[in-house]
């Protein structure tokens, strides 16, 4: 699976969107961004995914550049709550037989500040 | 509630002690996973049962035991353990085991050996 860079950690004032980036360059054309987040002592939370089209949920909005070398996640309105280590993933679907895996790295911190 | 429920939240045992997690998730899924979360790093992959059977094991050392009864149950056996396996270990489920699948976490179980 593809390397995805992060920054460690941002801020955001409540109310705000906030938006997270994600670069991930190698990415392959069968590879698709995931997003998670974690709360403090928490297990990590899905929040969205995408392939090269941007999608949107109740939670959250993925955009992805058309070269899809990098992603945006945007939280409309954050709130004390969405305060997390925010984690991209791209991995392979292709649905070949591989073990369903995900990859872990560091993630931004993002401090929603009242 | 993320529909995958661990038990205990909360683990403290000493080096000679045998004791087990469990997980049970409530999606109508086929695949579960034990991953380890040690203070300062990454979520790292233990092990994948899919269909009750192990597709993964990551080179756990084998103080770690896992079961899978059933395609909603996952144990892991603990035993002998050392001061460093202490850690959150997190369960997940998803629909099957092969890549394309949508992962869901419970809230963990904290574990500390002493």
């Known amino acids: 699976d593809a390397k995805t860079t992060q920054p460690t950690s941002m801020d955001c004032a409540e109310g705000r969107a906030a938006n997270l980036p994600c670069n991930h360059s190698?990415?392959?054309?069968?590879?698709?961004v995931y997003w998670y987040r974690q709360i403090h002592s928490q297990g990590p939370q899905y929040i969205i995914h995408g392939l090269k089209n941007n999608e949107t949920n109740e939670m959250a909005s993925l955009i992805i550049t058309e070269d899809r070398k990098s992603s945006t996640l945007i939280l409309p309105h954050a709130t004390l709550r969405d305060t997390a280590v925010y984690y991209c993933i791209v991995r392979v679907e292709d649905g070949g037989g591989a073990t369903n895996k995900l990859i872990f790295g560091t993630g931004t911190l993002l401090a929603v500040q009242p | 509630e993320t529909g995958v429920t661990q038990t205990p939240r909360h683990l403290v045992m000493g080096m000679t002690n045998k004791k087990s997690l469990k997980c049970e998730q409530h999606l109508g899924h086929n695949a579960m996973y034990w991953y380890k979360q040690s203070a300062k790093k990454p979520l790292e992959l233990m092990f994948v049962?899919?269909?009750?059977?192990?597709?993964e094991n990551n080179s756990v050392p084998s103080r770690f035991s896992p079961e899978c009864p059933n395609s909603s149950h996952l144990f892991l056996h603990l035993h002998t353990l050392q001061p460093e396996d202490s850690a959150l270990y997190l369960c997940?489920?998803?629909?099957?085991?092969?890549?394309?699948?949508?992962?869901?976490f419970g809230e963990g179980s904290w574990l500390t050996v002493v």
């Open positions: 190698t990415i392959s054309g069968n590879e698709y």
């Open positions: 049962y899919n269909f009750k059977e192990q597709t």
């Open positions: 997940a489920s998803s629909e099957r085991g092969l890549s394309g699948n949508t992962i869901y």
